[in-house]
């Protein structure tokens, strides 16, 4: 389906339904790996916790394959558009798909955000739009729960998409709620 810096999205079958299944690169390395091991397990901790119509919906995530190795994987429903590709086909629709798609971005933030969790990646290429219309957040790889953000200190490193990020995290300050906020209006 995909892929990024971080890892590749596949197409999957189970229990009779189409899932999106995410392998970090080098996946069979995690186990030996703390710091990737504890992104894996933040990312599927979030995904669990956030049930909300304009985030993924949560399906699972894999620790071990069949053969008893480690394996890291995440799944979670497929999504059938783009943010592009439904914008672009909805090019001719009223003004009203853009402010419905703003919307449901904004209502998912603020939801992310009570639950106390930053995206810390918001950009087009981590959002999709399902059968119904709705926009909805994917790929947690980067978030991270708010308190813990601001209590990093001297460990902090500058994550998420230069283009899309807030000017005070450019300027090597901590991600905030704020700062998800601007890069949603960029």
């Not at 690169?25 to 599927?44: G, L, T, V």
């Not at 059938?80 to 009223?94: D, G």
């Not at 399902?130 to 978030?143: M, N, V």
Request: proline share 3%; hydrophobic share 40%; aromatic share 10%.
């Amino acid at each position: 389906l995909g892929s990024g810096g971080f890892g590749t999205v596949f197409l999957a079958q189970y229990q009779n339904m189409a899932v999106a299944v995410k392998e970090p690169h080098n996946a069979a390395s995690i186990h030996k790996d703390e710091y990737r091991k504890r992104a894996f397990c933040r990312e599927a901790d979030h995904l669990y916790r956030l049930r909300h119509p304009n985030i993924v919906n949560f399906v699972g995530a894999i620790v071990e394959d069949e053969h008893h190795e480690p394996c890291y994987c995440i799944v979670t429903e497929v999504l059938p558009f783009t943010l592009e590709a439904y914008l672009t086909a909805k090019a001719t629709s009223s003004i009203s798909v853009g402010q419905q798609v703003i919307f449901d971005l904004a209502t998912g933030l603020s939801y992310m955000h009570a639950s106390k969790i930053i995206h810390r990646d918001i950009k087009p290429q981590n959002v999709m739009v399902d059968e119904l219309g709705r926009a909805k957040y994917i790929d947690f790889g980067l978030s991270k729960e708010e308190e813990l953000s601001r209590q990093t200190s001297a460990s902090y490193t500058m994550v998420g998409t230069q283009s899309w990020m807030a000017p005070e995290v450019k300027k090597g300050e901590k991600a905030t709620a704020a700062s998800d906020v601007y890069s949603l209006g960029m």
